[in-house]
């Protein structure tokens, strides 16, 4: 089948946006649901776009906006919820997920993209939210015999409007010499966004990733403390970072979880139980680097990426 209109749930978000923009680079035409039609203000530009301001979790809507398109990609996920007890991440994942199966037997839609999370597990996963990503890719994947379905799982996404770096590099500024980091040693193989677009554009006529699970990595791996010690130097400051005790981040975690935006939470803490790496057997492997990237964003021009300067100062501050 040739595949020629996609409909993105989440192409308003930080993925969405640049998977939006390729998506119509290739003549394929785009229709976006939002929640609100200001959220898409940059994406207006682009050719062959249709956006359209509806309820994702209104079923009824759903099954409507999605009518006479042939792949649908869904993006919707969240790292916190205003909950404490998971049923945000449940309906925001898992609830939804099944809405989208819904909306794709009733308008007899064959291609379904998901994105999941690096370590989702329905039932080992070590937080809510690695838990309900879990469910809902099992969920998504129990259909493949009507919709060929492929779900991603991504390391941490970085690039020039990312929430990472970007967040890291906004608190940085505001904090003392002293910067105690909880979980300093949890690991990650960050990989562009550029990239992650790219697979899911590429994936859409390639019958090798139907029904498959694949997870996504960047070429290099790092603690968070290294990539926050990165960041601080690209930004011109100069920060001592302090790991914390398993028990103390933990407790920071706990205060944290009720401050307003829960700029940490113990949700957070439990998924970097597990690292953010590669070990699955699929695997698409991107090839941009963080240090040819990254730099460019934060804007502080330096050698201290190149010459691995920012590693050894990592290392020493665990000694």
């Known amino acids: 089948m040739h595949y020629k209109s996609v409909c993105l749930?989440?192409?308003?978000?930080?993925?969405?946006?640049?998977?939006?923009?390729?998506?119509?680079?290739?003549?394929?035409?785009?229709?976006?649901?939002?929640?609100?039609?200001s959220h898409c203000h940059e994406l207006r530009v682009l050719p062959n776009l249709q956006i359209s301001e509806i309820n994702i979790h209104d079923q009824n809507q759903l099954n409507m906006a999605t009518a006479n398109m042939d792949?649908?990609?869904?993006?919707?996920?969240?790292?916190?919820?205003?909950?404490?007890?998971?049923?945000?991440?449940?309906?925001?994942?898992?609830?939804?997920?099944?809405?989208?199966?819904?909306?794709?037997?009733?308008?007899?839609?064959?291609?379904?993209?998901?994105?999941?999370?690096?370590?989702?597990?329905a039932s080992q996963g070590t937080s809510h939210y690695l838990r309900t990503k879990g469910e809902a890719e099992n969920l998504t994947h129990s259909f493949s015999g009507d919709i060929a379905v492929t779900s991603f799982r991504p390391s941490?996404?970085?690039?020039?409007?990312?929430?990472?770096?970007n967040r890291f590099a906004s608190i940085l500024k505001l904090s003392p010499l002293i910067f105690p980091l909880a979980c300093a040693h949890a690991k990650f193989s960050p990989i562009y966004v550029e990239e992650v677009a790219?697979?899911?554009?590429?994936?859409?006529?390639?019958?090798?990733?139907?029904?498959?699970r694949i997870d996504l990595c960047g070429p290099e791996t790092f603690s968070l403390k290294e990539l926050v010690c990165f960041t601080s130097q690209q930004i011109g400051r100069k920060h001592w970072v302090i790991s914390l005790p398993?028990?103390?981040?933990?407790?920071?975690?706990?205060?944290?979880?009720?401050?307003?935006?829960?700029?940490?939470?113990?949700?957070?803490?439990?998924?970097?139980?597990?690292?953010?790496?590669?070990?699955?057997?699929?695997?698409?492997?991107a090839k941009k680097s963080l240090k040819s990237i990254v730099p460019s964003y934060l804007g502080h021009k330096n050698q201290f990426y190149k010459d691995d300067r920012f590693r050894q100062q990592s290392r020493r501050d665990l000694l």
Do not use: W
């Open 156 to 165: 941490v996404i970085f690039g020039a409007d990312d929430s990472f770096f």
């Open 9 to 37: 749930l989440g192409g308003s978000g930080f993925v969405g946006r640049h998977i939006a923009s390729q998506l119509a680079a290739k003549a394929y035409h785009v229709h976006i649901l939002s929640r609100r039609m």
């Open 198 to 212: 790219e697979f899911f554009v590429d994936a859409i006529h390639n019958k090798a990733s139907f029904n498959k």
């Open 71 to 121: 792949v649908v990609i869904n993006l919707v996920g969240i790292l916190n919820e205003k909950q404490h007890n998971g049923d945000g991440f449940h309906r925001a994942h898992v609830e939804l997920a099944q809405k989208v199966l819904n909306a794709c037997q009733h308008n007899k839609i064959t291609r379904l993209l998901h994105m999941s999370a690096l370590n989702a597990n």
């Open 246 to 285: 398993d028990i103390i981040s933990k407790l920071q975690a706990i205060l944290l979880e009720y401050v307003p935006g829960k700029p940490f939470s113990i949700d957070n803490y439990n998924s970097l139980q597990i690292d953010s790496v590669c070990s699955h057997a699929q695997i698409y492997n």
